[in-house]
């Protein structure tokens, strides 16, 4: 009886060793787990988002079509302001500037030859924008789509010829002088898509492509811009 009892509590003794063994080796396990440090995240769930740009503007048609920006192209510069109330939504107010250059038609000399200058004027606009964006999850990178609308200001003047002998002139090489009609105001949409690079949390880098459809016929453009990012 007694040897029986002395083997009952080697046998249980011997299966108390083996189960404590396996649950000091899980424990290491889950504890080297647990000292895994998160990766970092760079876009947080709300936040202002300021960024300053460079752009480039080229119309739909050529110059001489064109019939808001009267030209080819234009280059410039803006500011925009985002709050993102949700992670992967944002709103925001947008405004830019471009320098554009179009040939202006002055009148005509003394021989009848059509006489041209160089008009140099800033076009210019303000809009509203939504911007729907996707930080890839432990990465810099976030691509996003962004829309809005808004007021396109300082295009589509026009000339006219009709006064045959006027008085006056507007340049001693101009006989008969044309008459210039004042820049007009449009409303215009917005449709795009870019992606954005943190270099920190607080400061990125970002790049895009739109496309602007204008009030009336023959001026919609393409719009690219790039510049820096500041988050707060």
């Known amino acids: 009886m007694q040897k029986l009892t002395v083997t009952i509590c080697a046998l249980a003794t011997m299966i108390t060793v ?3 063994g396996t649950t000091t080796y899980s424990g290491k396990e889950m504890k080297q787990v647990e000292q895994v440090p998160p990766c ?3 876009y947080r769930d709300t936040e202002w988002n300021v960024s300053l740009w460079g752009t480039y503007v080229f119309t739909a ?3 001489e079509d064109d ?5 080819d192209h234009a280059w410039g ?3 925009d302001v985002k709050y993102f109330f949700h992670r992967y939504f944002g709103v925001g107010l947008e405004g830019w500037a471009t320098e554009s250059t179009r040939q202006r038609f002055d009148g005509f000399d003394f021989n009848g030859q ?3 200058s160089d008009d140099e004027r800033v076009i210019g606009a303000v809009k509203g924008t939504l911007t729907l964006r996707y930080p890839i999850h432990c990465s810099r990178f976030s691509p996003y789509l962004y829309g809005g609308g ?3 200001f300082g295009g589509e003047e026009h000339d ?3 006064n045959l002998f006027s008085s006056t002139t507007k340049a001693v090489s101009v006989g008969f002088p044309a008459t210039h009609s004042d820049s007009k105001t449009r409303g215009f949409g917005q449709v795009g898509a870019g992606l954005e690079i943190r270099l920190t949390p607080h400061i990125g880098w970002m790049s895009d492509f739109s496309w602007n459809v204008v009030n009336g016929p023959d001026n919609n453009f393409g719009m690219a811009r790039s510049g820096v990012t500041f988050a707060f």
């Not at 019939?67 to 030209?71: C, H």
């Open 114 to 116: 059509p006489v041209f």
């Open 40 to 42: 970092p995240e760079w």
């Open 160 to 162: 006219s010829f009709t």
């Open 18 to 20: 083996a189960y404590g």
């Open 150 to 152: 808004g007021a396109l």
């Open 77 to 79: 510069g803006g500011i």
């Open 61 to 63: 048609n050529n110059w």
């Open 67 to 71: 019939r808001y920006f009267q030209s």
